[in-house]
């Protein structure tokens, strides 16, 4: 989001050419020289980090840059030429560890691991267990966490609680086993033992601010709102987050400061969805504030600039210009002391272009394979494919096929296939309408011109409950604090409606309400 001045930009091009030049000669360690010096004058210029990746794959030195390649996608998680290469190189190197490993007969723990990180980054992991299980038992913490992490991805979580010893000496230690544990207890869905074991790594270690937010999630989930936020302001002491927070000289706006007279940046910290979800309280801030400028993702902009006129929307904090403070999205609730959903702005909040409408509308009417119209149904069954894969949350497409037996018809809702699902969708061809999307204000259209949304824990789902559009969400058993924790309702949108998964991993039964309740939607359709 941010963008060097002009000197300096100056500076880093004459530096990426001098080491092209140097590339082209040859001579590729006086190339990575001049790289590392445009990287001085700005740290996070993706070119640079994208040719000195490709330099130090090109002289073999995989693992630095697998290591590159990951600090391109740190900074810009859905940069698909760094995806792809980034991928590319953890292969190269999985493979050529395990033809060493192979040749040399030996098989030392050390080298195993790292064989069986880089299966699991490669989201392999059958093969990343084949890889550790002849280096149990692990003595290293970090090692250990491995192992449950791959049997976690295998819907083994009982058998990963027990990675982790119940003898460790030092307190941090102790504050990692319990919060590494409760972070399974979360995912198998036990939520009050999650925030005890999240608590008890607090009391190992007092200043542990994962630990500290595990348990913000937790008492979220439980409808604590008014804790739950205030303790949810820790996640910016933890340094994965704090490097996607904003590079600007302000200070953060502090609970309880005024707005009066002020110039506001609020900025997208995290994934779309909540950056939809929170837009809700713009109004509210433009209230108090002499102007509020919008920081967020160049996709949203389409849709929150005619949604919020009283808020100036950019997508880069170099276009904010100066103003006196900033926040996130997601620190709102709290700041603004309207902890609890019900006290924010109530959906719909969201406009749709009525002329992308229309032209939705006819265009839905055109490719109508049925003559009375059938009831139309969007389908998003998979969250975004890069950064953290959350398999626990998508529905594969095949477990969707009987929706498609009803005289419905469906229309998908993805911009990306998952690659798993591609050959099911391609089966589909005819019977999945699928359209290229431009943007959200293209999907916002879409969805506003069909008659029900169904969609995972993803962005589409907080769009239909941002525009008031009647939702289907299947819920995995492990849940998302936003949700809760029981019924079918949700506190922050109206008109959606969860079905919550029983048994974890197994989606047939909840595609199963979920094809009863659109049959009995539309069973007095005409």
């Known amino acids: 989001m941010n963008a060097p001045d002009p000197a300096t930009l100056a500076g880093i091009m004459g530096l990426m050419c001098e080491a092209i030049a140097l590339r082209g000669a040859g001579q590729p360690a006086a190339a990575l020289a001049a790289l590392d010096q445009a990287l001085r004058l700005d740290a996070g210029f993706l070119p640079v980090l994208m040719q000195r990746a490709s330099l130090l794959q090109e002289t073999g030195d995989l693992p630095a840059a697998a290591a590159a390649y990951q600090a391109c996608l740190d900074l810009l998680p859905d940069y698909d030429e760094a995806r792809v290469a980034h991928r590319a190189v953890l292969l190269q190197w999985a493979d050529a560890l395990q033809a060493r490993l192979l040749q040399e007969g ?272 969007g389908l998003a069954w998979a969250g975004r494919q890069y950064a953290t894969p959350h398999p626990s949350r998508d529905v594969p497409l095949a477990e969707w096929l009987p929706l498609f037996e009803l005289p419905v018809e469906v229309v998908c809702l993805q911009v990306e296939i998952p690659l798993a699902d591609q050959g099911v969708h391609q089966e589909l061809s005819g019977r999945l309408c699928t359209f290229p999307l431009a943007d959200w204000a293209d999907s916002a259209a879409l969805a506003c011109a069909l008659d029900l949304v169904i969609s995972v824990d993803t962005a589409v789902v907080h769009l239909a409950g941002a525009l008031g559009l009647p939702c289907f969400l299947p819920q995995r058993l492990e849940g998302e604090w936003r949700w809760g924790v029981q019924g079918e309702q949700s506190a922050w949108y109206p008109s959606v409606r969860l079905f919550r998964q029983q048994q974890r991993g197994q989606w047939g039964s909840v595609v199963q309400e979920i094809v009863t309740a659109c049959r009995e939607r539309f069973e007095d359709w005409a």
């Open 106 to 377: 030996a098989r030392p723990v050390d080298q195993r691991v790292l064989l069986a990180r880089l299966y699991h980054q490669l989201d392999q992991p059958h093969a990343a267990l084949s890889a550790i299980e002849p280096a149990l038992p692990l003595p290293a913490l970090e090692d250990q966490a491995l192992h449950a992490d791959i049997l976690l991805r295998l819907n083994r979580h009982e058998e990963a609680l027990r990675c982790y010893p119940d003898d460790a000496a030092e307190d941090e230690a102790r504050a990692l086993i319990a919060f590494n544990r409760a972070d399974i207890l979360r995912r198998m869905g036990r939520i009050e033992a999650a925030q005890a074991g999240y608590e008890e790594a607090l009391r190992w270690h007092a200043d542990f601010p994962q630990a500290q937010v595990g348990r913000a999630h937790m008492l979220l989930t439980r409808g604590d709102f008014a804790e739950g936020w205030r303790e949810h302001e820790a996640r910016f002491r933890i340094p994965e987050l704090a490097r996607r927070a904003i590079t600007t000289p302000s200070p953060c706006w502090q609970h309880g400061e005024s707005l009066s007279g002020k110039h506001i940046l609020l900025w997208s910290e995290q994934g779309q969805g909540d950056c939809l979800q929170f837009a809700r309280y713009l109004p509210l801030v433009a209230a108090q504030a002499a102007q509020v400028t919008l920081c967020a993702p160049a996709g949203l902009l389409a849709v929150l600039a005619p949604s919020f006129a009283q808020v100036r929307c950019v997508a880069h904090v170099s276009e904010a210009g100066p103003h006196d403070c900033h926040a996130s999205l997601l620190s709102l609730p709290y700041l603004l002391d309207l902890p609890h959903p019900s006290q924010a702005p109530a959906a719909p909040y969201l406009n749709v272009d009525p002329i992308r409408l229309q032209q939705w509308q006819q265009r839905l009417a055109e490719t109508a394979a049925a003559s009375p119209r059938r009831p139309r149904i």
